[in-house]
């Protein structure tokens, strides 16, 4: 039987665009364009979110947590959480060559 956790470690990380895309957009009938008029921004940016190109900004989180009635803290949340899986493999040497505060005092 195989580990739950193992199959977590398994996915590839989470863009907070697919989230955006498959359980608010999607479900509810939204275009990026929709989207971007109801939150005042450019619909290039609602597309390139959805296509997972870039990230939710603290100011797109702000509107987005209104427009869907969720925290900003989710949408950062989710973007925190892929940077730090996707950033990971690549400085992952390189953090483990800091020594932490504690350990240097």
Not at 55 to 72: Q, W
């Amino acid at each position: 039987m195989t580990d739950e956790l193992e199959i977590v470690e398994t996915l590839p990380p989470l863009h907070p665009g697919e989230v955006l895309r498959e359980e608010f957009m999607v479900p509810l009938g939204l275009t990026a364009g929709m989207v971007a008029k109801a939150l005042n921004l450019p619909r290039t940016r609602i597309e390139r979110i959805v296509r997972e190109e870039i990230g939710i900004s603290t100011d797109t989180a702000m509107r987005l947590g209104r427009l869907f009635n969720v925290s900003p803290g989710f949408w950062l949340g989710l973007q925190t959480r892929f940077e730090t899986e996707t950033l990971l493999p690549e400085i992952g040497a390189e953090l483990e060559r800091i020594t932490p505060v504690s350990e240097a005092a």
